[in-house]
C-alpha cells in the first residue's frame, strides 16, 4: 500500500469515528478500537490498550492523542497529523453548523430530549471505557487497590495529576520492593 492511500485511509478511518462519534474523546475510544483493532486489524487490543494508557498520561483530549499515536505507528509523523486533523474536523463542523442552524432552539423540548439522550449514551461509551482499560491494565490485587486509591482521589475533586502521582509512586514503590518467585 502506498503512503498516499495508507494517508487517505487513516484520514477515512478517523474522520469517520469523529463524525459518528458523540460525548467526547472517551466516547470515541471504542469506536477507535473497534475501527483499527477490530475492523482493520491494524493494531492488536493490546496495543490499543497501551495507547488509551499513553495517551492519559498527556494533556489534552484522549482521543486526539490516541490519533496521534496510531496515526504515528502507521505512516509517522505525517500521519500522526493527518490523524489528529481527521479527528477533530468533524467536531468543527459540527459546531459550525450547529451554531449556524440550532441558535435559539436551545429552550425546544424535542433538542433538550435529543441531547439528554446523546449525553445517557455517551456516559455509556465512556462505562465501555473505564471497563475495557480495567481488563486490559488491571492484573492483581496492587492494580485494584492503586486504582481504587485513585478513584478516591479524584472523587474527592483533587486534581487528576494527584491521581496520577499516586499511581506512578505507588509503582515505584511496588517495583522497588522484591517480588517472590
Known amino acids: 500500500m502506498t503512503t498516499e492511500r495508507s494517508l487517505l ?5 478517523f474522520f469517520r469515528v469523529g463524525f ?8 470515541m475510544i471504542p469506536f477507535i478500537e473497534d475501527e483499527f483493532v477490530n475492523r482493520r486489524k491494524w493494531i492488536t487490543s493490546a496495543e490499543m490498550s497501551e495507547n488509551v494508557a499513553l495517551s492519559q498520561s498527556f494533556p489534552g483530549v484522549i ?3 490516541v490519533s496521534i499515536i496510531i496515526g504515528y505507528q502507521m505512516v509517522g509523523v505525517i500521519g500522526a497529523i493527518v490523524a489528529a486533523v481527521a479527528t477533530i474536523l468533524p467536531a468543527l463542523i459540527s459546531i459550525v453548523v450547529i451554531l449556524m442552524f440550532l441558535q435559539g432552539f436551545e429552550n425546544n423540548r424535542y433538542v433538550q430530549m435529543v441531547f439528554l439522550g446523546i449525553k445517557a449514551a455517551s456516559a455509556a461509551l465512556i462505562l ?3 471497563i475495557r482499560q480495567a481488563r486490559h491494565s488491571i492484573h492483581n490485587l496492587f492494580g485494584w487497590i492503586v486504582a481504587a486509591l485513585a478513584l478516591i482521589v479524584v472523587m474527592f475533586d483533587f486534581s487528576a495529576v494527584w491521581s496520577i502521582m499516586l499511581g506512578v509512586a505507588a509503582g515505584f514503590i511496588f517495583c522497588r520492593k522484591p517480588q517472590e518467585k
Open 9 to 13: 485511509s487513516l484520514f477515512w478511518s
Open 20 to 27: 459518528f462519534t458523540f460525548g467526547g474523546g472517551l466516547a
Open 63 to 65: 482521543a486526539i492523542n
Open 128 to 130: 465501555d471505557t473505564v
